[in-house]
């Protein structure tokens, strides 16, 4: 974070509503839940969102930006266990998947973890992947 800070052009919010154009946003508030009320905030923009707390997925339809492209770079990620999809670059220390019963999750793009991926999805059919990445 001190890196884009120091070289890159960002903008600091407290609102998603503060995301108005493509860029770099930095959110330093409490931890944030993105719920399918938000995630309207990502469509049409190129994001890079960067957090210095924890992120929560928390989107009923997945998360997938209309026309533009989502980044997330946070301590931790955690995808809410209603989260069946979702399309971006999510990069953190602690990724958690959920553990639903019975509920795959599929990312397009990518999930990197840096030290800790704990994946409870699972199927009670043992033929559908419980974690599912389409690399774009």
């Known amino acids: 974070m001190s890196y884009i800070k120091a070289r890159k052009q960002n903008k600091t ?6 995301i108005t154009a493509d860029g770099i946003y930095i959110w330093e508030g409490s931890p944030l ?3 399918d009320a938000d995630k309207v905030r990502f469509n049409n923009y190129k994001i890079v969102f ?7 997925i928390n989107t009923d339809n997945g998360l997938s930006p209309t026309n533009g492209s989502l980044a997330i770079v946070a ?3 955690m995808f809410a266990n209603i989260v069946e999809e979702a399309h971006g670059i999510f990069i953190a220390n602690s990724i958690t998947t959920g553990s ?3 509920q795959g999750l599929k990312i397009v793009g990518n999930l990197i973890s840096q030290e800790s991926f704990t994946n409870g999805r699972e199927w ?3 033929n559908k992947p419980s974690l ?5």
């Open 13 to 18: 919010i407290t609102s998603l509503d503060q």
């Open 33 to 35: 839940s993105i719920s």
């Open 50 to 56: 960067i957090s210095a707390s924890e992120v929560t």
């Open 75 to 77: 301590p931790t990620i």
């Open 100 to 102: 639903p019963a019975n």
């Open 124 to 126: 009670t059919n043992v």
């Open 132 to 136: 599912f990445i389409v690399f774009d």
